[in-house]
């Protein structure tokens, strides 16, 4: 089975706060994505990386940076979190741009204060 | 744009059937998802049409109109654990496969 992991389930960080969210998949999966999730606004795309290094903003960018250093781990940045940046976060992985399937991480509710 | 319709909120009965809509306007069509999400954990894959047509899976089927922009899912045989969000989401471009878009969640109730 897929598995996604992310490191936190629950994340306070106070305004301003640097803040890293960490998300790792065991299927050495080419294709990782970062989504928020909030309600009635259902998941947006925040970034994807297609390879090792290379990323691509998604519907929501402002705000966040990534990084993928290896191809199992994909990190999302809050340079600088704000209030607005409370919210549900999901990681998901699929095999390759011909794999439709996602497979999605248990998430990360953050608050920011 | 790029929009996905779904109702908000159902509530149907253990044992009865159940069908959640799914309208879209997207620029470009290669396929639609229907994902399961119980409260507090991850969304999980359904199921995926690209052709026009009924796919059935076990108690779920889903149905695939592209000339109306619309799909459905249908749950038979209702049990309790069939109370989640059900997330609709179409994959828009056919260069950029990787890409979903999603609804906002349909949140099913399903009443003894």
């Known amino acids: 089975d897929v598995k996604v992991t992310q490191s936190s389930r629950y994340l306070v960080k106070r305004t301003g706060e640097k803040v890293f969210l960490e998300c790792v998949q065991d299927?050495?999966?080419?294709?990782m994505f970062w989504y928020r999730q909030d309600p009635g606004l259902g998941l947006r795309l925040i970034y994807f990386?297609?390879?090792?290094?290379?990323?691509e903003k998604g519907d929501i960018p402002e705000g966040y940076s990534v990084s993928r250093e290896k191809k199992e781990r994909f990190s999302l940045i809050l340079e600088s979190a704000s209030t607005n940046q409370t919210s549900m976060y999901l990681c998901?992985?699929?095999?390759?741009?011909?794999?439709?399937?996602?497979?999605f991480g248990p998430g990360t509710r953050l608050t920011v204060t | 744009g790029q929009n996905i319709d779904q109702p908000t909120e159902m509530t149907a009965t253990e044992g009865a059937i159940v069908q959640i809509n799914c309208t879209y306007q997207?620029?470009?069509?290669?396929?639609l998802f229907w994902y399961q999400q119980h409260a507090g954990e991850a969304p999980t894959f359904l199921s995926y049409?690209?052709?026009?047509g009924l796919e059935e899976k076990g108690r779920f089927s889903s149905f695939l109109s592209r000339s109306k922009g619309y799909s459905y899912l249908l749950l038979k045989e209702l049990q309790m654990k069939d109370s989640a969000s059900y997330l609709c989401?179409?994959?828009?471009?056919?260069?950029?496969?990787?890409?979903?878009?999603f609804g906002s969640g349909t949140r099913l109730l399903v009443r003894p």
């Open positions: 998901a992985s699929s095999l390759d741009l011909s794999e439709w399937e996602q497979y």
């Open positions: 299927m050495d999966h080419e294709n």
């Open positions: 990386s297609y390879d090792v290094k290379m990323k």
């Open positions: 997207t620029s470009g069509f290669n396929g």
């Open positions: 049409n690209v052709l026009d």
């Open positions: 989401a179409v994959r828009p471009w056919m260069d950029s496969s990787y890409k979903l878009i």
